[in-house]
């Protein structure tokens, strides 16, 4: 079992940046995909960034490409998602979460173990 808890949050100007923290517990997530997801106020949650264990292969939206970076630590059990040129339509919540090896899919799909969510919102 995995333990993730987000942060780094907060309210920006449009154009501005943050980073945006994921660290886990219970276990080491150096095999672990990791990904980043969204939810904004009366939408489904979005895929937004994803990284294999490794940091070979990423997937980013295309919402976000070119803006948002995401890399992590695996010796501290922690994954980044570096947000730049931050736009009204960011604003949402952000969730990471991580897919364990072995599951079927693109990597965008069968995350697992969300934390509690860091609150981004960018103001006009």
């Known amino acids: 079992q995995v333990q993730l808890v987000e942060s780094g949050g907060g309210l920006v100007q449009a154009g501005g940046s943050l ?3 994921c660290a886990g517990s219970g276990r080491t997530f150096s095999n672990y995909a990791m990904g980043w997801f969204r939810q904004a ?5 979005e ?8 940091g070979g292969m990423a997937n980013i ?3 976000v490409k070119g803006r948002f970076t995401i890399s992590r630590d695996n010796a501290k059990n922690t994954v980044y998602l570096q947000m ?3 736009k009204p339509e960011d604003t949402a919540v952000y969730y990471c979460a991580h897919r364990p090896p072995g599951l079927p899919g693109s990597l965008s799909v069968n ?3 969300w934390g509690q969510g860091t609150q981004v919102t960018v103001s006009s």
């Open 47 to 54: 895929f937004v960034a994803a990284l294999t264990w490794s």
């Open 61 to 63: 939206a295309d919402s």
């Open 41 to 45: 106020p009366g939408k489904e949650r």
């Open 111 to 113: 995350f697992r173990s």
């Open 19 to 21: 980073r945006l923290s």
């Open 84 to 86: 730049n040129s931050l």
